[in-house]
């Protein structure tokens, strides 16, 4: 099916298939719209490569109608809480890069505990993902008193070292 436009695999999606998706994605919940198309798409010859090209044209449909998953908060106050509340003691905060074909780069903002061992989520940064994470990250660390590692400040790369024990 990879001559056939976005548009033309919307159409061969049942009407019901097709309200449903697009109430995911005015919900901005797009791996739910990605799924259900997936699914119902499939006996129709659509892969999984294929949903996700039909969900990202309905979301370039509706643009601003989309209500937007919140940003997350990157000020010291919120982060310092949110950290707060984790199990364990922080010991390091870390940002690495994620990516995806929906979201294209971002960057995770992570704090690893100790006792229980573990890395938690903090924050997801999708807008000028490197500075924002670099200038939260450290100023996070700089309050919690403990290291603050991120590998690749200047490129986006999944791969890069992470931080060691």
Known sequence: MSDITPADRWALLPAGIREQADGYVLQDARMRAIRVVFEAGRARGMGLHDA???VHERYLRYGHRIARTPRSP???????ARA???P????AVEAVWDG???HDWFVDLLAVTAEPAGEHRLATIHTDPAAAADRAGRALAAHLAVPFHFASPDTPDDQAPRRRP
Do not use: K, N, Y
């Open 74 to 80: 990157l000020d010291l106050e919120s982060l310092a």
């Open 52 to 54: 996700q090209l039909v």
């Open 84 to 86: 707060a509340g984790l």
């Open 88 to 91: 364990g003691r922080v010991v």
């Open 100 to 102: 995806d074909t929906v």
